[in-house]
Each structure stands twice: as C-alpha cells, then as structure tokens.
C-alpha cells in the first residue's frame, strides 16, 4: 500500500529516526479542522493515545472524535501520542513534546487485542506502573475507550484506573461534569464516584473469582459495594452519533480521506461480527450533516463515507450524488453485494473508484446459513461481473476459514465460488479489453465476546495450517488472481485475548517483563493455552459478563443455536424487541 511505505521510508530515514523530528513532519502534513479552540483557556491536560504508529491512529475515527470531543470540553484540552519506535526517551505528544506522565488525564484508544502489548511498552517507557492499583495519586488517571475496551476489558482492564463502555458522545458529558470544576483533580475521587456513571467501569471495584479445580472458568464475579453489578453500555442517539475526521493527512493509511460516519450499528445479525452487536441498534447520521462534511472536504480530499453495511442506509445514494454533484470524490468503507443496484454501481464508478472490497465469508451454503449471512453464490457472481463491467478493475474478496463445524466440503465449495469469480472476472475483462486484479484474502476465524458463536473454539493451529495450505493449493497459479491467507499466529494471539480474562494479564504482562512469547509465559505461570481457546459452556460465567450490553445473553444463546440448526434470523425491523436493546 502506498501510503504504508511512505509512512515506514520517513520512520526509516535517519533524519527522521528521532520521533521529534518525525513529528514534525506529520505536523506539517495535517489540515485540521478542529478551529476556534481556545486550548490555553482549559486548566487541565489530557493526552489520547493510540497504541500503535501515528499512520494507522490517524486512519481511525473513534479515535479522532475523543480527541475532538476532549478539545471541545472547553476545561480539558488534549494532544495526541502514538507507538513510537525509539522509546528510549519516554514516549512524547505529538502537539507539545510533553512527556505522558506530565498529564493529568491520559486516555488509551483501543481497537485491536494485538495491540495490548503496545500498552505495556508505552506505559513502561514512562516507568508508570502497569496495574492501576501499584499508582499513586502522583500519577495521572489513565483509562481506555473504544471498541476493545467494551467488547471484552478483562485482559487488560487491570491496567486502568477507568473504561468507557460504549459510546464517547453518550459517556463524556457527565464524566466531564465530574471532573470540571476541580483545578487539581483529585484522583480518588475521580475514580470513585465516576462509577455511578453509567457507561464508566471501574475495574479496580471488581474480583474475578477462578474455580479452585479448574482455572479457565470463572465461578464468580464480586463488586465492591457500592459498585454496581455490571457495567452498562451507554450509546447516542440519532443526532449525536455523526462523526467525521477532524484531522486529514497524506500520512495516515486513509491517505488524505475526509472520513464521514454515515451510520453506527449494522441491523443484518451476522453471528460472528462482534462490532454488529455491541453497536447496535443501527443509527443513520442526518443527512444535512453528512453534506456538510461533504462539502468540508479539502481539494485533495476524498469524502470517504464510514459505516458497518456502508450502502444499508436508506440516504445512501443521495449521498454519493450530493458528493458527486459536489465535486467531491468518495469511496465507501464497505460494499454489500444486494445494494449494489445499477444506480449505485454507477455512482462508484462515477466516483473514479477502482478497487471494491467485498465480503463473502465461504462459498458454502450450509456455513452461510450459520454465519446468518445468506448470499446465494450465483448473485455474488451476477455482481462481480456487474462491477467490473463498469471498469472497475479492482476486486477483493474476504473469505473466513477454521469456521465451527467446517468440513472439507464447504472449503471446496468455497475454491468453486472463487474459480467461479475469477472465470466471470476475465471473462467480463477481456470484453472491457483491461484485466485487473482480483485479491482473495482469507483469514482464520476468531470467536469474539457477544457474539451467537462466542461459544465456540478457535481451530487447532496444526489443522488451520493443513486448511491454509488446501486454501493455497487450491488457487496456486491462477492467472489475474492474488491469495492472501492471514497470519495465523496473529489470528491465535488475537483469539488468547479476544474472549481472556484477567488471567490473560498476568500472561501478557510476564511475558512482556520476561521478553517471552505468550504461550511460554502461559506455560511457566502453569497454563495450557488451549484452555483460552476451547469451546465455552453454555452455562458458564463468562468473564465479559460484568459489562451489559444491551444485547442479553439469553437472545446470543438463542441465536447460537439458531446457527447450530442452520436457521436464519431476520434482520432488525420496527416493532422488534427481540435482542433487549430496543426499549
Ligand atoms: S431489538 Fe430488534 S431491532 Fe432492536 S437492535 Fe435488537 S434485533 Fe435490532
């Protein structure tokens, strides 16, 4: 990707290996549209860290928004900080220079379990204690949002003194009331009473009870008294869920796109996507505010319109035509093949889009009905041909492997599906007389926290690695056709951390003090990590059940076994109350 490498030569130039220097190039590089701050009136300093490289921080909109929504407060002003690579001198803000302990507030953005390791280098190049409950008051209060902080906090939840659990724009106002009138906050009191925030967990104020005959499952979870029992999800509404980026610049991975939220929560219930519950219910951004920010975008800027099933809203093609209208070009985060109607097809080719990203999970029709994601292969096909008609030469394809109860029949249902693409992908390109690419990327499937399929495992590695190479085998040498199969270690740390618990902490930060792999910390602090990995239960106290989501467990439950009897479910309609979150 050409913006990857741009961002690794300037880390790589040894002018630019001093994390100072660097910074202000990126500096330089950004159009800011967070104006009329008056950040030397706020009295307190907080700093938001992400905790990987400033290209892939600045590609992220929940982390712009806290930034934005912190700069906003009036009281509070914020800078930011990232993963560096030299830390030898303590990690430092990209605004001011000033070093992470000097702040009273800093707040971690977390959207990746791979990340959490990052955590740990950032926190110990500042020589700030890992657990929350080793810092004094001479330390600033850290916290952490975002969606891997409510989707499952345990893993690292000891580390803060705070978590938001849900959404920004809903949790903000009242945590920033709590804290506004004090000049010098006063930590403890701080921590404590923002517990009777709803949205805000304490992590401190809960013990995780292991059983004595068998550490992987938990047999209790006790709080604090005057704690309460879980911590519960808070999100916006309608008019509050719009965001967009305030910052642009050439060196994030989103190279110079305006990214403009259209819609929060997705209503189609795909059973292995924990983004698709934990943001529910599906909220549409109003559409004057979407053409405003539209119309915000710079010269050489592209809007580039954010949601989970991009094209599901009801204003999406006045949307795209107000853009095009506009003069502004747009991509769209994510396509779903039964949106993809003339209209639209030709507004994206319009736009001068040349790679769809589409997801497609398997080709078999047994897995699709278990994964509620009921696409026949003969439309994906039909729709493959209709997008590359239209010149769009770019086409990729997401693919899902290692799934529950997978059998050798559905990966070849799968290799048919994408020799069947590649054959209409030609076959339609030489009549356009331009053959372009087509990417299939396939990655191992990880069981999430609140999801129907939490409840299974994650594959065996060795049979992954078999499954990997039948994937390979499979396509080799297909002409115009590109396989990628994700790193499967990588898949296996995240699966460790996506359903751990407070046990994974312990794992994560030994093997961090040790300089050790996580299943050779696992195994010296006498754990197996297959016992991570296994198939749960289903009447097991899960470690994520201090957090409510809104979703109960009893609706995943059903839903799991919905999938088990390859039933689907309907998506979100009016009138349904079926999952608990609509009231
Ligand atoms: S209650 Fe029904 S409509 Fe509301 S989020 Fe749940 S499934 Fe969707």
Redesign the pocket.
């Known amino acids: 990707m050409k913006n990857s490498k741009f961002i690794n030569t300037a880390r790589r130039n040894p002018a630019y290996r001093d994390t100072s220097g660097l910074y202000d190039i990126y500096l330089k590089s950004e159009r800011n549209r967070l104006e009329n701050l008056n950040r030397a009136k706020a009295h307190l300093k907080a700093v938001m860290v992400f905790p990987n490289y400033y290209g892939v921080a600045m590609s992220n909109l929940g982390f712009l928004r806290a930034y934005e929504l912190i700069n906003r407060s009036g009281f509070m002003s914020c800078d930011r900080a990232f993963m560096q690579d030299d830390l030898s001198k303590g990690v430092i803000s990209l605004e001011t220079r000033r070093r992470l302990k000097d702040y009273d507030f800093i707040f971690f953005s977390l959207s990746y379990e791979n990340d959490f390791v990052n955590i740990l280098s950032i926190l110990s190049a500042e020589k700030i204690p890992f657990l929350s409950k080793d810092r004094n008051s001479g330390f600033p209060i850290i916290m952490a949002g975002g969606v891997i902080a409510f989707l499952n906090p345990e893993p690292v939840a000891p580390l803060f003194d705070l978590m938001f659990i849900g959404e920004a724009e809903a949790i903000f106002p009242d945590f920033f009331e709590k804290i506004k009138s004090q000049n010098e906050p006063d930590k403890y009191e701080i921590i404590n009473s923002s517990a009777g925030i709803k949205g805000i967990y304490v992590p401190s104020a809960y013990d995780f009870i292991f059983d004595s005959k068998n550490p992987y499952i938990l047999s209790e979870i006790k709080n604090t008294k005057g704690f309460p029992k879980r911590a519960v999800r808070r999100w916006t509404d309608e008019n509050l869920s719009f965001s967009s980026s305030v910052i642009t610049t050439e060196f994030s991975e989103l190279s110079n796109i305006n990214m403009i939220e259209i819609e929060r929560g997705c209503?189609r219930?795909c059973r292995f996507c924990s983004a698709g519950f934990i943001y529910?219910?599906l909220r549409e951004s109003k559409i004057d505010a979407v053409n405003d920010a539209v119309s915000a975008t710079g010269e050489n800027e592209k809007a580039g319109f954010v949601g989970f099933g991009t094209m599901d809203g009801k204003n999406i093609a006045k949307i795209m035509r107000f853009s095009l209208d506009s003069g502004k070009n747009f991509s769209l985060s994510s396509v779903r093949f039964d949106c993809l109607d003339e209209n639209n097809l030709d507004m994206i080719k319009e736009s001068g889009i040349k790679t769809v990203t589409l997801g497609i999970e398997t080709g078999s029709e047994r897995l699709k009905k278990m994964l509620n994601k009921v696409l026949s292969n003969e439309n994906i096909i039909t729709s493959v041909g209709d997008i590359v008609k239209r010149g769009i030469t770019g086409i990729k394809l997401y693919f899902m492997f290692g799934l529950p109860h997978e059998e050798k029949d559905d990966l070849d249902d799968t290799l048919k599906l994408v020799k069947e693409i590649l054959k209409e992908f030609i076959s339609v390109s030489k009549a356009n007389k331009r053959i372009g690419k087509l990417t299939a990327s396939f990655s191992p499937f990880v069981p999430k926290a609140w999801t129907p399929l939490q409840w299974e495992n994650f594959e065996d590695l060795k049979i992954l690695r078999r499954k990997a190479a039948y994937i390979a085998n499979g396509l080799r040498n297909m002409p115009n056709l590109d396989v990628n199969i994700n790193s499967l270690n990588a898949a296996f740390m995240e699966a460790f951390f996506a359903r751990g618990s407070r046990l994974s902490t312990d794992i994560l930060i030994y093997s961090f003090l040790n300089k050790t792999s996580i299943k050779k910390a696992a195994e010296d602090k006498g754990y197996r990590m297959d016992g991570f990995i296994r198939k749960i239960g289903i009447g097991e106290l899960l470690p994520w059940d201090v957090i409510d989501q809104g979703?109960t467990k009893k609706y995943l439950l059903k839903e799991y076994k919905r999938a088990l009897d390859l039933k689907t479910t309907p998506q979100?309609?009016e009138g349904?109350?079926?999952?608990?979150?609509?009231a």
């Open positions: 209503k219930g529910l219910p979703v979100c309609f349904c109350k079926r999952c608990g979150v609509c």
